[in-house]
Structures are given as C-alpha cells and as structure tokens.
C-alpha cells in the first residue's frame, strides 16, 4: 500500500487532471445518450376523449373562432394594421388624426382652464398629459440660477429689452420664491390626438380644438406636430415613453389647475340654493336666480312624471327658505300645489266663481324702482296696454274680432282712469282704481254725448256713438249679473300683507281657453303690481303655463311683464309640460328668451329641432332624452340645467323633511304650521 500510495502522490498535476478529466466526459457521453434514446422513443397519441367530454369537442371549432376574433379585436385596439403618414395628419386604421402638442402656457392657469376643451362632447379627441415630479432641490438651484442670470442681464441691458429682462427676473424670482416655500415641482407635456372620420372632417375639428385651446380661459398654444406626427402618436399613447422634447416646468398649483378640468367643476354662487347635485362629481349646483344680469326668470319643462313638478316644488321651497323677507306666490290651474301650499301655510285665495277681481287695479311704484326706469318708461300707459291685452284676449276667446273698435275702447279705458284722477303722473297711481263698470259708464256716456269726446271733426260722432254702442253690448258680461261680474268689480282679496299666496284656479278644472286664461292672465297682473310697490324680493311659479302661452292675444302682455320683471326684483318660474307653444308666436319666443335659467327633466320630445333652438349639442340633447325620471327607489331624478348658455347634468334629490312637504296631502292631515312662516 505504502509504495503503490507514494508512487499515486508522485504522479505529476497534469496526468492527474487528464484521468479525471477523462472520467467526467465518458459519464457525460453516457448520460447525453440515455436522454436522446428517450426524446426519439414514440409515445401513445393523446386521446382527447379521456379528458373532455364529447359536446366540447363539438364547439371546439366554434369556440376557436371566438378566441381568434377577440385576438384580432384585441389587436385592432392596442395598435392599427397599418399607419398612412402624412405631413401635418396620419390614417390610423379607418380615422384620419392630427396629434397636437402644447408650445407654452399661461404663468397663472385658471383652475380647470380646459373646461372648454371637455366639453366638446361632438369631437372626438384623446388628450394625453405626462407629468414627472422634479428633484426639488436640483429644480430650486436651477431657478435661483435662472433669477440670478435674469436680473444681472437685465441690470446690463440699457435698451427697452432691460424692462423686458427684468420682468422675466422678477416671474423667475417668484417660482423661485414659491418653490422655497414648498410648492413641489414637475416637469409637464401635453399632447392631443384629434380624429376624424375624413380629412374634411378632421380639418373642421382640428380648428374648433385650437381655437377653444387658445380661447379664455386656457388661454394656451396649441401647435401642430409638422413633419412629427409619428412621435406625436408616440407621445399621446398612454402608454411609452416620450419621444417629443416638448415640456415645460410646472409648480404644483399649475397641476391642480389642469386636473380640475376634467371634472367640470360646478355652480356654487353666493346666496343661491342648491338645484341639485353634479352628476359627474357629485358637487352641489347652487345658483342664486336673483344674480342673473340678463333677468330672474326661469324656465322647466319635462315628460309628466319626469321629476319636474318635484323640482320646481323643492326651488320654490329653498329661495323662499333662503331669505326671510322674499315673497312666494304661487299660480297653477289644476291643484297640484294644494298640499305644498297647505304645508307651508300659505294664504289660499280660490280665484274664480264670485269673488271680485278688478282688471283695472293699478298700483303705485316706490321711488326706489321709479329710479330704476328709463324716462320713456310709463307704467300709466303700461297698465293701459295690460288693460286692452285682456279684453282683447276676452273678445278673441268669444270669437269676436275687436277690429277698429279698439280706438274707442281704449279711449273709455283712459276716461275711466282720468275720472277717478289716475294720470300719468305716478302720485295719482295711490287713488281708487276704476273697474270694468267704469267703463261702462264711460261708454253709456260716449253714446248719449258723442260730442265730449269729439278731437277733430264733428264726423267722429257717428263713429263714437255706434262704437260705444256695440261696446256696451260687447261688455254686458262684466255688468251686474253678467257671466263675468266678479270681474267687474274691485278686487276683494289683498295679497300685499302676504307672505305666500297660493292663488288656486282648482275650481276652473284646468280648461284651456275660458275662464281659465283670462284668469290667469289676470292674476300675473296682479302679481306684476304686487311686485311693482314692495322692496321684497318675489319668487312667483306659473305652473301649466301652456294654458296662457296658446292665447296669442295675452303674449303681448305677458312679454311686457317678462322684458321688465327684473326692474322690480320678480322672479318668474315657468312650469310646463311641452315646449312646442314656446315656438308658436315671436311674443313667445321673446318670453323664453328673458328666461336666464333653463331646466330639462326626461323629455321625449327633445329632438334635433328643439335642441338647436335652445343650443343643446348632441350628448346634452341625449341628455336629456334619456334622464332618469323621478324614482323613489333610485331617490332622485335628473336634470338639465343652463345657466347663461352653461349647461350642468344635475340630480335632483330632496332632503326628508322637503319630501315631507312636497308629497304632503291636505286631506290626510290637519293644517300645519309652516316652518317658515313668522311668528
């Protein structure tokens, strides 16, 4: 052992490592042939029908049509088949785009400066913004650099470019200033893929984007990616990197500036109530109808059933709530707002049957408001004018044509006022109004003495006599005993001590024409002179205004109620069902355009005509056709609402205790008192 053993030790390195070497490549040999017999050894073909059962089998053609149609859909939307490049645009798959990028932007963005840009429902266009925070040490001593280098350039600049350098210095010394105290830093890039079906199309688009890029309140510039729209798609991906070298730096709140823009950011005016919630962030809409400098008035308009009733009940409810001395008064034909007016403990005042209603009643104005009309404005010859709409509007109804009666009429009307000492001369409005039985008088007069009346030539005389004759014929309703007696009278009801009046028209059972019409008609007058001698604010609701919209004789007088409202602190809350009769006459075209806030429920009859006629685009139009109606299990219902061309998607929802008060029933309960009557 010991010779054999010092005989192994004296065997030199290199021979040794050659043995074990030849050892591990002969195992190595062996094992790589063991493994190759077994990869060419034939195995038994799979047998599918000892795993599935045999009906997959069957579908499995099908379902690998499926899956290849999703991988193709996949494809398709992750990347086009194939890109056309052009100079300024490029044809990605079907669409023509044009990617835009952001040269430079204002030093002091707006908060949600591209609420403009978002709302262009109609266009089709991916915006992609890339923001990278900065290193805030490193972006602090690169602005304090860039300060100091302005303000020694400028300090030796002596031409008009010092002030230029200077301004520049002192901008960069704020960021700086800014940065110092906090406000982090990024590196921001804007980029935006417009598309279009056509080149034409593409073309049109393009233009209205830039133009509402560079509009207020983005105020920014927008350029085209000339010779670059392959890095420009590259750029506006959501996903990659960027390839356009087209940033800017950007403090923190230039940031927050940008990303309140998608939101839309909401309504919220002082003193306002809150018409619903944003439907898109669930911010309240709050507007205050009385801050409009284009008028008080507003307009609602749904399908029955759509909410709407429900939402002018609960504005109604939170403008008067919002201020103690505001006046409610309430006018509807059908008795809808009976429980509403019962809740809240409103004077009723059932109008029609016996109790008297004076068309004639003038009533004088405060100095504050006379201070407020033009010089030519004269609510003598405003009353007047009211005065020959209504029974203009009573002979139309009677199917009677007042023709060149009129002159005759009209000059009774004014005898009857200089009569009782009412004149021009707004003193004299505080004395007696005269009534319909006054011009009676008149008339009688007129027909006996022709003569008092005569201006010019005695050949008025035969036209005066047989004029008032037939007048008085015409009229005999309004004298004692007449189907319109009570409208002969004065008026037997006083609204001015009132809070809430709830002026009920139940009794006329909602008929158009008739007695309903010159009713209400009436009663907006008398409304109107209300509003005209009280510094309160006054809410006024005309629900159903169909019924007086589809008197042609009446618009006349209801447009001069409408075009001076706002003289005497009046707001006028239209509710109707349709919006046909608003398109019927100028007058009342004229109306609807006086309504500074406009709100759509659930409306089928919104079609294209409508919606360009009140400005609607084609997503605010869908909008509305298809708003959810009010739902007690969904708890709200939605709206359209605009305010001075400004449109909102709102949901209209109401507090327990509003509910409460809204679907409040005056035959199931005892009379309340409300809460917001004064002690």
Request: glycine share 6%; with cysteine; net charge negative.
């Amino acid at each position: 052992m010991l010779p054999f053993q010092s005989n192994l030790t004296s065997l030199s390195a290199p021979l040794l490592w050659a043995v074990v070497g030849s050892g591990l490549a002969f195992l190595a040999g062996v094992a790589l042939t063991v493994g190759w017999r077994r990869l060419n050894q034939p195995t038994a073909a799979f047998d599918p029908t000892a795993v599935f059962d045999e009906s997959v089998l069957q579908q499995a053609d099908d379902d690998r049509q499926i899956l290849d149609a999703i991988d193709t859909a996949h494809a398709s939307m992750a990347a086009p088949a194939a890109i056309e490049w052009d100079t300024r645009a490029a044809r990605v798959g079907d669409q023509w785009t044009t990617t835009l990028y952001l040269a430079s932007y204002p030093d002091y963005p707006k908060d949600g400066y591209l609420n403009e840009l978002f709302n262009l429902t109609d266009i089709e266009f991916d915006c992609t913004v890339r923001l990278q925070p900065k290193n805030q040490a490193r972006a602090r001593d690169q602005l304090q650099t860039l300060a100091d280098n302005l303000q020694v350039d400028a300090k030796l600049e002596q031409t008009v470019r010092g002030s230029y350098l200077q301004t520049r210095a002192d901008e960069a010394t704020a960021t700086y200033t800014a940065v110092e105290e906090g406000q982090h830093v990024f590196s921001q890039a804007m980029f935006l893929t417009v598309r279009g079906e056509t080149r034409g199309e593409l073309r049109e688009a393009v233009r209205t984007v830039k133009r509402r890029l560079r509009d207020h309140p983005a105020n920014l510039t927008p350029k085209t990616a000339t010779c670059a729209q392959d890095r420009g798609l590259q750029a506006a991906a959501p996903l990659g990197p960027n390839p356009f070298d087209e940033d800017v730096v950007a403090l923190g709140g230039a940031v927050g500036a940008l990303l309140a823009s998608p939101h839309n950011p909401t309504i919220l005016e002082p003193d306002g109530v809150e018409v619903g919630i944003h439907r898109h962030n669930d911010s309240p809409v709050v507007i205050d109808a009385f801050a409009r400098e284009n008028g008080y008035a507003m307009f609602t308009v749904g399908d029955p059933g759509s909410g709407k009733s429900f939402g002018a009940k609960q504005n109604f409810i939170r403008s008067i709530a919002n201020s103690k001395d505001r006046i409610g008064i309430i006018l509807e034909p059908l008795n809808n707002w009976a429980g509403v007016a019962e809740a809240l403990n409103a004077h009723r005042i059932t109008v029609g049957g016996k109790m008297g209603l004076n068309p004639l009643e003038i009533k004088p104005i405060p100095p504050r408001v006379q201070r407020t009309l033009g010089d030519d404005a004269s609510p003598f010859n405003e009353k007047i004018d009211s005065v020959l709409s209504f029974l203009t509007n009573f002979f139309s109804l009677r199917g009677i044509h007042l023709g060149d009666h009129r002159t005759t009429l009209e000059l009774a009307i004014t005898e009857a006022y200089l009569e009782q000492g009412i004149t021009d001369d707004v003193a004299t409005h505080d004395n007696e109004s005269p009534t319909m039985r006054d011009v009676l008088d008149v008339l009688t007069t007129m027909s006996e003495t022709p003569e008092e009346f005569v201006i010019r030539s005695s050949v008025e005389t035969a036209k005066l006599e047989a004029d008032a004759a037939w007048l008085i014929d015409q009229l005999r309703p309004f004298a004692a005993g007449g189907r319109y007696e009570n409208l002969g009278r004065q008026t037997e009801f006083e609204i001015r001590d009132e809070k809430l009046i709830y002026l009920d028209l139940g009794q006329q059972e909602g008929t158009v024409g008739g007695s309903t019409s010159l009713l209400m008609q009436l009663l907006i007058a008398a409304v109107y002179e209300r509003a005209k001698e009280t510094d309160n604010e006054v809410v006024f609701v005309i629900d159903e205004a169909r019924y007086i919209m589809q008197d042609t004789e009446s618009l006349s007088f209801l447009e001069t109620v409408f075009r001076h409202h706002r003289h005497h602190d009046l707001s006028i809350r239209l509710v109707t069902q349709t919006v046909d009769e608003f398109f019927q006459h100028p007058e009342s075209e004229a109306i609807l355009d006086q309504c500074a806030i406009k709100q759509f429920h659930h409306l089928d009859g919104m079609d294209e005509t409508w919606a360009n006629e009140f400005g609607l685009n084609y997503a605010q139009m869908r909008f509305v056709q298809d708003a959810v109606p009010g739902s007690d299990r969904l708890g709200y219902s939605q709206a359209l609402v605009g305010l001075d061309g400004e449109w909102r998607g709102i949901e209209v929802r109401a507090m327990p205790d509003e509910t409460e008060v809204i679907d409040y029933d005056p035959g199931a309960h005892d009379r309340v008192e409300s809460p917001l009557a004064d002690d």
